[in-house]
């Protein structure tokens, strides 16, 4: 098992009211994405355990892109991997973006 980390800054706040959100599931090939509202406005975390090991650079890029795209402030994201493709990983960033960006709890 490796534990990968990256924090960002990020251009403005997740919108939303809901704390945390979940999308996914952990399975051959999958993943699961916890996100939750316990951050400073300007900043961004996302912790990663994943079984595939060496893959570091790949989830920098995939990560990268993900900031640069929602600027998601004051989230941080869980994310259990599978073995998913960066394609899956970036559609789960998504999803839970726009899962706590909905009002609720």
Request: glycine share 10%.
């Amino acid at each position: 098992m490796e534990d990968i980390s990256f924090r960002h800054p990020a251009r403005a706040r997740a919108r939303g009211t809901r704390r945390s959100a979940i999308v996914g599931v952990v399975a051959s090939g999958n993943l699961e994405v916890l996100v939750e509202r316990v951050l400073p406005d300007a900043e961004c975390a996302v912790d990663i355990k994943t079984a595939a090991i060496g893959f570091g650079e790949v989830w920098s890029a995939v990560i990268g892109d993900f900031v640069e795209r929602y600027s998601p402030g004051g989230l941080r994201f869980s994310i259990n991997d599978g073995g998913a493709r960066p394609d899956t990983v970036s559609l789960r960033l998504a999803q839970a973006v726009r899962l706590i960006s909905e009002a609720g709890q």
